[in-house]
């Protein structure tokens, strides 16, 4: 296949890591549909995510997390209400990193209307409004659970 513009071939590559993730998926959910056998002592097995992490005071500085925080126990309370058993530090951690990442992904898409190579020649507009609905909704997720919270408690 004989393939002469840049854009096409950008659009070549997406479709093929697209494709190698999809396989990825369907290998992984073959493997779950294997038969296993049930764990004997569900109490002892503890994920990395439950555990009492402790980050280090550097780490949280450079993210601005405040390891003794109301808001810090307030992720917890909202975690343990929705029933997700995660650390609310780890869950902090990667919600922080999230937001860098999106905030340098929409960055990267504007500074690619003069570089377009630096988003793979995908459109930068597609970059930038990705990034940035995904970087509203992960800023104010938290802010909605607190007021649903709330409202339901005012409700009582």
Same mark, same amino acid.
Request: hydrophobic letters at 50%; a positive charge; charged letters at 15%.
């Given at each position: 296949?004989?393939?002469?513009? @840049? %854009?096409?071939?950008?659009? %070549? ?5 697209? &494709? +190698? ?11 779950? $549909?294997?038969?296993?056998? #049930?764990?004997?002592?569900? $109490? ?5 995510? @439950? #555990?009492?992490?402790?980050?280090? %005071?550097?780490?949280?500085? +450079?993210?601005?997390?405040? &390891? ?5 126990? +307030? ?6 209400? $929705? ?7 780890? /869950?902090? @951690? ?15 898409? /504007?500074?690619?209307?003069? %570089?377009?190579?630096? @988003? ?19 800023? &104010?997720? #938290? #802010?909605?659970?607190?007021? $649903?919270?709330?409202?339901? +408690?005012?409700? &009582?």
């Amino acid at each position: 296949m004989v393939i002469e513009s @840049t %854009q096409m071939v950008g659009i %070549q590559i997406a479709s093929n890591l697209l &494709l +190698l993730l999809m396989g990825a998926i369907a290998f992984y959910y073959a493997l779950l $549909s294997l038969p296993v056998r #049930k764990s004997r002592w569900r $109490s002892m097995k503890v994920s990395a995510l @439950t #555990k009492d992490n402790k980050l280090s %005071q550097a780490a949280a500085k +450079l993210l601005w997390i405040r &390891l003794n925080s109301p808001s810090l126990e +307030l992720s917890k309370q909202l975690l343990i209400g $929705s029933g997700i058993r995660m650390d609310a530090i780890v /869950y902090e @951690t990667i919600r922080r990193m999230l937001i860098i990442l999106l905030t340098v992904l929409i960055i990267t898409g /504007y500074l690619a209307f003069q %570089q377009p190579s630096l @988003t793979l020649f995908i459109n930068p507009i597609y970059v930038i409004a990705c990034s940035l609905s995904f970087l509203i909704f992960i800023i &104010l997720i #938290k #802010k909605y659970y607190c007021s $649903s919270r709330n409202a339901g +408690l005012n409700e &009582l």
